[in-house]
């Protein structure tokens, strides 16, 4: 049994996952880095600790501070939340080692899914759909090289093993560039990530991005908890996301859920994880998988009704799932707006003093945020400060109530993209629902335009 979890995360993760502990009867510890001392969340654990200075590389991903504030707390857990040590296989050892539980998956499920090559030759071989391409590094032989990617057929594109979340790709249209380009992206890959491993795929031109949540326990079950549409983003950061995934045959979500949940069992997958796909002219083809809770698992309990943060604790403490997969439903429709401190029309950070913080509230309306009026966003991390998730029994009934919450929202001191926010409600590309991964970088201007 858990009874003690320190939360090594900030902002409102930690106060998400520290509310989901407060409802376990688990106590927290929060450990906070100087520039957070201020911030709420921080006197509401039972105990709190700084472990260093605001640059995250000096407190947040201190391994040796958070392990040593565990130590002296004795935590019996630690919860990593996402960015930072969350898919740190090091990490999760050295919790293990030191007696701890990290309430995450295993070290070993963290590293295949951390090489991109081989979570998508460990995809293959469970059967889960892939993007067409060998499920091998490309070889030194530029002839052997010409023939993989004349094979792919080009456009393809290389994308680096150690990367991930849009780090180290390049797009190759012709087979001139094909070896200059290969050059380059080993080169970064080796510098940004220790390993030049190289991998070529067919290059999809119009996908949506699509996953699929799962969970798994120790006991051999793993079920899969619905889709989430997160094709609204602009350079790899995602702004707006929904569940379910609008406008694609549910039996045809459910059978690459099944996949997603075999492969689960296949790998001895343990916790909450995330399956991202592409999905382009009706199919559905993986690219990577995320081995921890994600921002915008909002969406997904609000259509199933499954808080996932209390789950992937009683899971990591050997609880066995209690539902079935036939017990999981889908019900209507959820979106989430991420709020950022950065202005709405040239994304940069905007830290400073909250003057007025008015969030809307009311039935069928959650807001995750540590922020308040009179808080200062600090300058050194992700300028997501808060998330408004909505629900309705359609998807037109949560667009309605989320047009009406955005009107109520009133942030002043510093700039937030609500603004973009309030306009991509009204874009119709967006009402349609289904928009591809460019949409949002394509039409900016136009989108942001038309409602001023
Ligand atoms: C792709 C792709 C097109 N074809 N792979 C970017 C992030 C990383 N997770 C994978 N990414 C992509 N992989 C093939 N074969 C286009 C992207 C991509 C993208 C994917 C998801 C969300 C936003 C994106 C933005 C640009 C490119």
């Known amino acids: 049994m858990i009874r003690s979890i320190l939360i090594a995360n900030r902002g409102e993760i930690a106060l998400r996952i520290m509310r989901a502990c407060e409802a376990l009867g688990i106590e927290t510890i929060v450990v906070y880095s100087q520039a957070d001392r201020e911030a709420s969340y921080v006197q509401r654990a039972a105990r709190s600790i700084c472990i260093g200075p605001a640059a995250a590389s000096k407190s947040y991903l201190d391994q040796a501070a958070i392990l040593f504030a565990a130590e002296v707390t004795k935590a019996d857990a630690i919860h990593p939340g996402y960015g930072f040590l969350s898919e740190n296989a090091e990490f999760a ?162 059978s690459i859920g099944e996949r997603c949940a075999d492969a689960c069992r296949y790998l001895n997958y343990r916790g909450v994880g995330t399956f991202e796909f592409l999905y382009e002219d009706g199919a559905f083809y993986f690219i990577e998988m995320n081995t921890r809770l994600q921002v915008e698992h909002p969406v997904t309990e609000m259509t199933t009704g499954i808080d996932l943060v209390q789950w992937q604790i009683r899971v990591a403490q050997g609880d066995p799932l209690p539902f079935k997969q036939a017990d999981i439903r889908c019900e209507g429709h959820s979106f989430e707006c991420r709020i950022n401190a950065e202005d709405p029309k040239t994304f940069m950070p905007s830290p400073g003093l909250i003057t007025q913080w008015d969030m809307p509230n009311g039935p069928h309306i959650r807001v995750d945020t540590h922020a308040f009026a009179g808080y200062r966003v600090p300058p050194y991390y992700d300028s997501l400060i808060g998330k408004l998730v909505v629900h309705g029994t359609t998807r037109d009934e949560a667009l309605a109530r989320l047009r009406e919450a955005l009107a109520e929202t009133n942030i002043t001191g510093i700039a937030t993209n609500i603004d973009l926010h309030r306009a991509l409600v009204n874009d119709s590309a967006f009402t349609k629902g289904g928009v591809d991964i460019h949409h949002l970088e394509k039409n900016h201007q136009n989108i942001l335009g038309s409602a001023a």
């Open 93 to 254: 050892e050295r919790v293990n080692d030191a007696g701890r539980i990290l309430i995450g998956p295993t070290a070993e499920n963290m590293r295949i899914m951390g090489d991109k090559i081989s979570a998508k030759r460990a995809m293959i071989a469970a059967g889960v759909p892939c993007v067409p391409g060998p499920d091998s590094a490309l070889p030194d032989d530029p002839a052997a090289v010409r023939a993989i990617a004349r094979d792919i057929g080009y456009p393809i594109i290389l994308k680096a093993a150690g990367g991930g979340g849009g780090r180290g790709m390049r797009v190759v249209v012709m087979e001139d560039e094909l070896l200059p380009s290969l050059a380059i992206t080993r080169e970064e890959g080796r510098k940004a990530f220790g390993n030049d491993s190289i991998y070529a795929e067919k290059f999809l031109s119009h996908p949506r991005h699509i996953e699929i949540q799962v969970i798994a326990d120790y006991h051999g079950r793993a079920l899969w908890l619905g889709s989430r549409d997160c094709s609204l983003q602009r350079r790899h950061q995602k702004i707006l996301e929904e569940a379910p995934a609008p406008g694609i045959d549910p039996q045809l979500i459910a």
